[in-house]
């Protein structure tokens, strides 16, 4: 009987040695930062307004994150169609949080995306090698790649049908126009330029993109 209660003792003992271990590695893995699930192209796909097509658009994203090792989630680009059929960005891309390369929390939902974005700028809107995007407010006053492709309205949902906002659909590089978000927030007219609707390009070709501030860099998001 002795012996039993000794044996219970030490593993009582053990037990309470143990839990101060037991919570240092709890804790270190509470402290590791989310998974990427946000970035913003280091390059477009260099043909215009021409991603060919959602699908087109979507792939380029998952390559860039397969490249940095993210490519075990599923990445959608935030475009927006117009048209029958047409779709909004904001029910592309799951339903959030999501985190850029440096585990910052971009947005908690779909909601807080698209009114309450603080973060959405230069400083934290990294590529997915943790990289800032060419923009004025980095000192050169003449040169900016902060235009993203997105075909959307401030809330996220598609171009009204009649103009053409989309590139036909991200399948021209010619004729056309697309609606582009300003990444860095920044204008030289607009105040707090939204990063998803800023205005429009005078035409579809890489040089027409080029011309007023863009790349044809894309927002892709994990939708896992």
Not at 72 to 81: D, E
């Amino acid at each position: 009987m002795n012996n039993k209660r000794a044996l219970i003792a030490v593993a009582a003992t053990l037990g309470v040695l143990a839990l101060p271990w037991l919570s240092s590695v709890a804790q270190q893995d509470d402290d590791e930062p989310p998974p990427m699930g946000f970035f913003i192209t280091s390059v477009g796909i260099g043909d215009g307004g021409n991603l060919g097509g959602l699908a087109g658009a979507d792939a380029h994203c998952q390559s860039l994150a397969a490249a940095v090792g993210a490519g075990n989630r599923s990445w959608a680009a935030y475009l927006s169609t117009q048209g029958a059929g047409g779709v909004d960005a904001r029910d592309r891309i799951g339903a959030g949080p999501w985190a850029n390369v440096n585990g910052l929390i971009m947005a908690t939902s779909v909601e807080s995306l698209h009114y309450d974005n603080s973060n959405l700028n230069w400083e934290f809107t990294l590529d997915e090698n943790g990289n800032q995007f060419a923009s004025r407010i980095d000192g050169n006053p003449d040169f900016s790649e902060h235009d993203a492709l997105t075909g959307s309205q401030i809330d996220g949902t598609a171009m009204p049908s009649g103009q053409d906002q989309t590139c036909s659909n991200w399948t021209s590089n010619g004729e056309g126009s697309a609606r582009v978000g300003h990444a860095d927030r920044y204008s030289f007219t607009t105040p707090g330029s939204p990063w998803n609707s800023s205005h429009g390009t005078p035409g579809c070709t890489q040089e027409n993109l080029v011309a007023v501030g863009g790349a044809g860099l894309l927002y892709c998001f994990a939708t896992d």
